[in-house]
């Protein structure tokens, strides 16, 4: 029973990092595209009505896209966020927080 409770822990773990980098690639997409298309339309044209549709249509899209992963993978979005707060980088980011030179500045 111990056994196969940790090879269902595991099997829960690979998911999560399954579902984890199709939501990290996903969101990558919408990033890439929404930059894509203002630098494109910024080139192209100017003042387009055309332009400013589909540029507030993908941000519409993006922010849907945004709260439906908020809302539908909020256990997932826990763990990520417990595995980025053991990274060098977000905790050097952290404590820079919690500097006193930092605090004065902001």
Do not use: C, W
Not at 31 to 48: E, Q
Not at 73 to 78: D, T
Not at 96 to 105: K, Q
């Amino acid at each position: 029973n111990e056994r196969q409770q940790q090879q269902f822990a595991k099997q829960h773990l690979d998911n999560l990092h399954e579902v984890s980098n199709v939501i990290k690639t996903a969101g990558a997409v919408f990033v890439v595209a929404g930059g894509v298309l203002y630098v494109t339309s910024s080139l192209v044209v100017g003042d387009s009505h055309l332009m400013t549709l589909i540029l507030g249509f993908l941000g519409v899209s993006f922010i849907t896209f945004v709260v439906f992963i908020f809302i539908s993978f909020r256990r997932l979005m826990n763990a990520m966020a417990e595995r980025a707060s053991e990274m060098p980088l977000v905790r050097m980011l952290l404590s820079l927080g919690e500097n006193s030179y930092i605090r004065a500045m902001l």
